[in-house]
């Protein structure tokens, strides 16, 4: 939180964030989560969100890009893939098989 608050003092227009919510506690996930919530609604600057937890990225974006070993392999509305959850399933390499 402290690497994101000071970045926001130089105003940019573009924040990137790398895994944000990696190794922090539930409950800091939470706050975090609602930080940049906040950071989305006002739409002052772009953000570009790396973030491995499906649904955070899912939820906290309008729109989304998948890779896999550096190639895009989805590019779309967020909204979209969080509605197929077949299509999710696919490009994230979820499987509901048990060997």
Known sequence: MLSIAR?????PSVLIMDEPTEGLAPIIVEAMIEAIE?????REMAIL???????????????CAIMDR?????????DDLRDDGR?????????????
């Open 70 to 78: 550096g190639t895009i392999i989805h590019l779309g509305l967020s």
């Open 38 to 42: 906040k950071l989305t609604s006002q």
């Open 49 to 63: 969100l790396v973030e491995q937890v499906v649904d955070v990225a899912l939820y906290l974006s309008h729109r």
């Open 7 to 11: 970045a926001l003092v130089s105003n």
């Open 87 to 99: 299509l999710l399933q696919n490009l994230m390499g979820f499987s509901d098989e048990i060997d």
